[in-house]
């Protein structure tokens, strides 16, 4: 009998959360921590976005002295079981990591992360700590894309190849022992670095550098919080939105009867501008409702070039502008309310007329028949409404 299959063991990081500094750039009297991004202060986004990654097994926070209480309710035990410790950092950021270390557990891997950069993804925290767990010493950073000058006054120099450069981010993983070792060396001699992977390089061990996103960018100056809060309203906003269209015309003598793009025989037919699908026009008020572009009427005014217009064909242009928005149609459900004729035997077509329109599978794109019992306009037969919804996803 073979063994089964040992699964690899997973690897496991103690992070270590620095946000002690005083965010003087920012240029308010509030610590940067605790400003506020969309509505909640940064450092709890910041402690919840590294408690989501797979291989942080314990999260130490290292704030200002006089904040470490304040930190500790924002941080309950039972909402953030990963931090096990909150602590009083120093005066430099390095003296703050130091701190940090001092009191994390004594596990292989550590892995530092600005409190400042609350829009790290878990992933990339994972692919860094993944990245050390071989290497020894790994940070998130993205390579220079822009043309780098060296600035003397108001003038540039020089032109930097920025071939060999990146921009380092956090989070920065290391073999506890190695970082430790660069600290005490670091302090011993009076070495200061504004990122731990100088410590690392300078004890002569190469980092190696993992592609992150330019979103998790340090947040420094005021310009910088007003992207971030413009970030994370897109990321947080809801991802699907509804829509109703209602729409109503008169049944006349000499025209033709559409629904849903097909042609049914009736000796009564649809008075409009265009050819007055009616269920075609309430499922496009649908969409654009849903995706808040309007109706109808703003989008094919009473033109002279939409007189009979072949209203699928409009759809199909709606489709289009509600895609352009950033929306994909989910389904389509509508109600065809008409005493005469009777839509069963048609109801399948239109389906399948709507949902080629929408570029769905007819099973999202429901159409249902009903009658108004002979009551009021639709009963004594004067014409058709329907009612429609549609229901769209953020691409
Ligand atoms: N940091 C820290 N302890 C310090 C200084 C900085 O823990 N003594 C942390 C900051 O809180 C931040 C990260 O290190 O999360 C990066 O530092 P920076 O962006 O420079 O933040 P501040 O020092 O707060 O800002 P400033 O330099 O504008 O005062
Ligand atoms: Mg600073």
Redesign the pocket.
Known sequence: MTPEPRAPLEVTACAIV?????????GTSAR??FIPLAGVPMVLHTVRAVSRADTIAGIVV???EADVGAARSLLPRNKFPKVSAVVA?????Q???YAGLRHSEDVDLVVIH????PLVSPSILDAVVRAASKSGAASAGVPVRETVKEVKGDFARGTVDRDRLWVAHTPQAFRSKLLRDAHEQARATGFRA?DDAALVERQGHAVQMVEDSPANF???VPDDLALAEALVQGRDAPRIRHGIGIDAHRLVMGRPLILGGVHLPFQLGLQGHSDADVLTHAVMDALLGAAGLGDIGQHFPEDPKYKDADSVGLLRVVVGKVRGAGWRVVNVDAVVLADAPRLAPYVEAMRGRLAEALELDPSWVNVKASTMEGMGAVGRGEGIVVHAVATLQKT
């Open positions: 620095v946000a002690a500094g005083s965010g003087t750039r920012m940067k921590a290292v704030v200002g950092g120093g005066v430099e950021r003296d703050s990591v600005d409190g400042a950069r504004s340090k947040i420094t």
